[in-house]
């Protein structure tokens, strides 16, 4: 089954997931792009032989495919590219067991970009991504939230708010569609404007009605409630519920879940909350 990770590190960075990006670029007429990595990558044993951890992505370098310009990942796997030339962009990302590129399409001048990057072992792609410039907003990811648990006319896309009206366009497969064929877990393509509460869509363009789908997120945990049989926390501004059928790696127990904990949790999108398979330790971040 394909799997796909909903934007979630432990930083405060990027909690949002491809929310709108705020970076200043130095150089009149540049984007910035600033990233996450996130996923298992590539699992070892931990020391003792306890649970298996992800392998860490700090230390990859992360380019632009065609010329010379590159940066770091960092301790908490972020980067941040700066004076980055319109045009058509792709990024490789090397070092740290990887090798791969991801394209991210036509980037504007003096775009703010921000993108989460999936890390599954060798290989990496793109999650979502969101370029803002001069008074337009372009978002593509997952739908995590559809009313009732969102306003009437509102959907998420990890956690951001998607506004649409009366002059709104809907399309799937080339033809029209309406706000009634959105379901969660398509992925879809928003234009539009940004305001206060996320983007004011002027087009939604449906483009994967697979919604069967697994996702993986990670981060401390906090708000734990509940008992073992139905139990809920946050990780960053996404609540996971658990029960009964959540299935915790060898050598953990619900016993082990505290407040600050770094945990990978597997599970199904739900309207508004992310239902858990399956709860993993992590290693902490430096």
């Not at 972020?78 to 980055?84: G, M, P, R, Y």
């Not at 991801?102 to 999650?127: C, K």
């Not at 928003?190 to 087009?203: C, D, K, M």
């Not at 697994?214 to 609540?239: D, I, P, Y």
Request: glycine residues 12%.
């Amino acid at each position: 089954m394909r799997r796909f990770l909903l934007m979630l590190i432990p930083t405060a960075a990027l909690l949002t997931g491809c929310g709108s990006a705020s970076p200043t670029s130095p150089i009149a007429g540049a984007a910035t792009i600033a990233g996450a990595i996130v996923g298992p990558g590539s699992s070892s044993t931990s020391p003792g032989g306890g649970p298996s951890v992800a392998a860490p992505s700090a230390g990859m370098t992360v380019s632009i495919v065609g010329s010379n310009q590159s940066t770091t990942v960092d301790a908490n796997d972020n980067f941040t590219l700066t004076n980055v030339r319109p045009g058509d962009v792709s990024l490789k990302f090397s070092g740290a067991g990887v090798n791969s590129q991801v394209a991210l399409g036509t980037i504007e001048a003096s775009d703010h970009v921000s993108v989460t990057i999936v890390r599954d072992g060798a290989s990496v792609s793109l999650d979502c991504i969101n370029r803002v410039g001069a008074g337009r907003e372009e978002l593509e990811g997952r739908i995590d939230g559809l009313p009732p648990t969102t306003p009437a006319g509102t959907f998420t896309i990890s956690g951001q708010s998607v506004q649409t009206d009366a002059k709104t366009t809907f399309t799937k497969g080339g033809r029209p569609a309406t706000f009634a064929d959105l379901q969660i877990g398509m992925r879809v393509h928003v234009e539009g404007t940004p305001n206060a509460t996320g983007v004011l869509a002027a087009s939604v363009i449906i483009q994967d009605t697979n919604v069967d789908l697994t996702v993986v997120l990670e981060g401390a945990l906090s708000n734990l409630s509940g008992t073992a049989t139905a139990f809920q926390f946050m990780l960053g501004n996404r609540l996971i519920k658990g029960d009964t059928t959540t299935v915790f790696d060898a050598g953990i127990t619900f016993a082990d879940l505290a407040s600050g904990v770094h945990v990978e949790v597997h599970g199904t999108i739900q309207a508004g909350y992310i239902q858990a398979t399956k709860i993993e330790l992590e290693a902490s971040a430096p």
